[in-house]
């Protein structure tokens, strides 16, 4: 089955203590991307992946980081949480970077989320 | 860049169509239009996108604009489980705003 899967689900930390949220896609895509969710402000992009090795910033990247070593993985890291990191969190992937016109064809696939409640 | 307006809330009667709007005045030529839905606080789930011809799917159908300014998403028949979160979005930007609440009531 085509899926994005996150781990964890949910995680209660302390600030301070490094965590990594995983993201693994099964599609192929090139494009994946973390976001955020807090209420009010809907979706907000942390970091984007167009590949292998690329990564760029999206609308709210501080206190976090990300890698792109291989192409199904996309790791959200928080080095030194902080309680203003308390969020849901959402991976997505597509085949293509959805802002390319000839990526029509290329709706988003979230994953379920991670419930990160720092402390 | 290509922004999105939507009503923050809107409620529909099941069995009735739910007719959700946005605007995207700015939207340039190449850009298309897609919309999501989001359940409770699951991952958002495509429902349909377009470009400047009205598209229709297993889910829903999405009315663009001659002028490209606006769009409607068309639920033909509501049910319960649609209430949820719409969101209408540009992907040339890939960001999501807060989206129109749809309650659907019994």
């Known amino acids: 089955e085509a899926q994005v899967t996150q781990n964890p689900r949910y995680l209660i930390t302390v600030t301070g203590k490094k965590l990594t949220v995983t993201c693994s896609q099964n599609?192929?895509?090139?494009?994946m991307s973390w976001y955020r969710q807090d209420p009010g402000l809907g979706l907000r992009q942390i970091y984007y992946?167009?590949?292998?090795?690329?990564?760029d910033k999206g609308d709210v990247p501080e206190g976090y980081k990300v890698s792109r070593k291989e192409k199904r993985n996309f790791p959200l890291i928080l080095e030194s949480p902080s309680p203003n990191q308390t969020s849901l969190y959402f991976c997505?992937?597509?085949?293509?970077?959805?802002?390319?016109?000839?990526?029509?064809?290329?709706?988003?696939?979230f994953g379920n989320g991670t419930r990160l409640t720092v402390t | 860049d290509a922004k999105t307006t939507q009503p923050p809330s809107m409620d529909c009667a099941e069995g009735r169509a739910a007719n959700l709007p946005c605007n995207h005045s700015?939207?340039?030529?190449?850009?298309?239009v897609y919309w999501y839905r989001q359940i409770h606080s699951q991952g958002p789930q495509y429902i349909i996108h377009?470009?400047?011809n009205n598209e229709t799917n297993e889910m829903a159908s999405l009315i663009i604009t001659e002028d490209r300014k606006s769009s409607t998403l068309i639920l033909p028949h509501a049910t319960l489980r649609d209430t949820a979160v719409y969101y209408c979005?540009?992907?040339?930007?890939?960001?999501f705003g807060t989206g129109t609440k749809l309650q659907v009531i019994p």
């Open positions: 599609m192929n895509h090139e494009y």
């Open positions: 700015t939207i340039s030529g190449n850009e298309y």
């Open positions: 992946s167009m590949n292998v090795e690329v990564t």
């Open positions: 997505a992937s597509s085949l293509r970077y959805p802002g390319l016109s000839s990526s029509y064809n290329s709706p988003l696939h």
């Open positions: 979005i540009v992907l040339r930007e890939v960001t």
């Open positions: 377009g470009l400047k």
